[in-house]
């Protein structure tokens, strides 16, 4: 080991100077640590993530989650790590006075910006997406971020989405009924105004005349408009 005491060189650059060389060297050896001994991994009950669980079982638990990127680009901007960080330092802060804390990372890949970037590469929105993702995914790993890789979501996951459909199903075979101060399913609000004990809604009716004087496609306006999901043109900011 040389001399800390020992006269500085000519040129008067430090010997044990932190350049970028070193931090590049020194920042792939630890990260690839991190993912041979799974420091950052969090162990469930049971299932194939169990391993490790009894070391932790009695802590207490926390939960912090990023907001998902959107991979629609090529790679991350200066902004992601600007959030992503505060988030990391929050979840050691939380490892280090004993908690098990689940810290993972997903994607937000459906939506308008993963289908203009498709459109402006001329390449399937699933290709583009899924190259994305594994490139910030490297980013990421290359941040030095202490996520739990094996809990890694993306929206356009098939295990995902199937709910993301299931609950707007749920919403779409739904209407608000004032009077109960809740929702109830489209089928009741169909036979009440067969049965003539209820007429269609302020709004949702644009001939006015009664229920039973419509037309089938006439109806089917009627009810579409009562849904809580429903179809109109409204201006939308993304980025």
Not at 126 to 153: C, F, K, W, Y
Not at 170 to 196: H, K, M, N
Not at 202 to 225: F, I, K, M, Q, Y
Request: proline share 7%.
């Amino acid at each position: 080991m040389a001399d800390p005491t020992a006269a500085a060189p000519a040129d008067d650059t430090p010997q044990h100077r932190y350049d970028a060389a070193l931090a590049q060297f020194l920042e792939a050896e630890w990260q690839q640590r991190w993912e041979t001994e799974g420091t950052f991994h969090t162990p469930n009950p049971v299932g194939e993530l169990a391993e490790g669980f009894d070391a932790v079982a009695d802590r207490p638990k926390s939960y912090v989650l990023d907001m998902f990127p959107y991979p629609s680009g090529a790679g991350l901007h200066v902004g992601h790590p600007l959030g992503f960080i505060g988030t990391d330092v929050y979840a050691r802060f939380l490892r280090m006075t004993g908690r098990n804390v689940v810290h993972t990372m997903g994607y937000d890949s459906f939506g308008l910006p993963a289908e203009q970037y498709a459109l402006q590469t001329n390449t399937h929105p699933r290709v583009t997406t899924e190259a994305n993702i594994a490139n910030m995914r490297r980013q990421l790993r290359r941040l030095g971020l202490g996520h739990d890789p094996r809990r890694s979501i993306s929206t356009t996951d098939v295990e995902y989405y199937r709910w993301t459909q299931w609950i707007f199903l749920q919403i779409f075979g739904s209407w608000y009924d004032a009077d109960a101060d809740r929702a109830r399913p489209v089928a009741e609000l169909e036979a009440e105004l067969d049965a003539g004990v209820r007429e269609p809604a302020e709004g949702t009716n644009p001939s006015g005349r009664p229920w039973a004087e419509l037309d089938a496609d006439e109806r089917r306006a009627v009810v579409n408009a009562h849904r809580l999901a429903y179809v109109a043109e409204v201006p939308v900011n993304w980025c």
